[in-house]
């Protein structure tokens, strides 16, 4: 059904994707609750500031939302519930971390795609190099030389 | 010229699909483009997502020592102020607030809640003694209040309705007149009660 070249081909392709995959979960929930809240900190922007996140900003406000996330954490509530009570008090322009639905939900897909072609592009220039090569090797060119160099004075 | 004929083919190939591609990188530029125009930017603080949703819990003990519920005060409006005593848009505020409470709590149709923000109990009685206003104020554990309310910086006003829904959510001082106004246009027009 493939042949042996295009079997490479995919699994090259599905190396690539399956290491693609296994990286976006290599990142377990950090171990301290210590690491949490400066993890949780970085993902949140700071409401009153220009570009800062929660964790960079001295914001009075910026101060609160850590001090929350700290309680919060320390109670025992998971990423996505801190994340969740923050996007539901302050709306999704807070966290920082796209989104993976809507729209925005591109930025996760729109990698992959563009991959995906890139491969594909590479194989149908790789095939068309390899015929390429097959065509200029003709009898005719090789006749067409020889005879050149014969007649070339010397 | 049989020769010349395939090499015109092997050199059309290769920009051909140049071609394409160029058009593929084109359009998902196109696609960020349109993404990046069509947010809202920062100006969504501006905005309360918790308008027509039911008022974040506030519970605790007040400056006088009263315990203040907010799911008490059901069957009339609130006023939810998130204030400073060193800010001074909260000072400018401060009597139209008063004002505000003075002639409803005659009615009984509203009531004014304080919650300091990054402040202590100590100076807002200093600053309810010096400006007067006689209604709950929270002033202790008061962050987890002000980040439920999604407040980014005082003053700012939630107006709750009697049913306990969020109705409103003013940027600023507040004054006597927008709360009536605001009130009377929910409670006339849409029967928010």
Known sequence: MFSRRSLVWLCLLAAALSALAVSTQLEGPPRTNEDRVRSLSEDFACPTCDGQSVAESNAVVAEEIRREIRRQVDEGQTDRQITDALVASYDESIDLRPRSGGVVGLIWIVPVVVMVFGFGALASVFRRWRLTEAQSASAEDVELVRSLREDRPT | ?193
């Open chain 2, 1 to 193: 010229m049989a020769d010349r004929s395939v090499e015109i083919e092997i050199s059309d190939g290769p920009s051909r699909l140049a071609f394409f591609f160029a058009i593929a990188a084109g359009l998902v530029l196109v696609v960020f483009i349109a993404v990046l125009a069509t947010s809202d930017g920062d100006s969504g603080f501006a905005r309360s997502p918790l308008v027509s949703k039911p008022a974040p819990l506030i519970s605790g003990e007040a400056v006088d020592g009263t315990v203040f519920d907010l799911d008490e005060q059901r069957g009339r409006w609130v006023v939810v102020n998130f204030f400073s005593t060193t800010c001074v848009p909260c000072i400018q505020e401060h009597p139209e607030l008063v004002a505000f409470e003075e002639e409803h709590s005659v009615v009984g149709d509203a009531a004014v809640v304080s919650i300091a923000f990054s402040d202590s109990s100590r100076n807002v009685r200093e600053f309810f003694a010096a400006n007067g206003g006689d209604w709950a104020v929270l002033a202790e554990d008061t962050g987890r209040h002000a980040i439920s309310y999604g407040v980014a910086a005082v003053p700012e006003t939630y107006l709750v309705a009697p049913s306990g829904i969020v109705t409103s959510k003013f940027i600023g001082g507040v004054t006597k007149a927008d709360l009536e106004a605001e009130i009377g246009r929910l409670s006339g027009s849409t029967g928010v009660s």
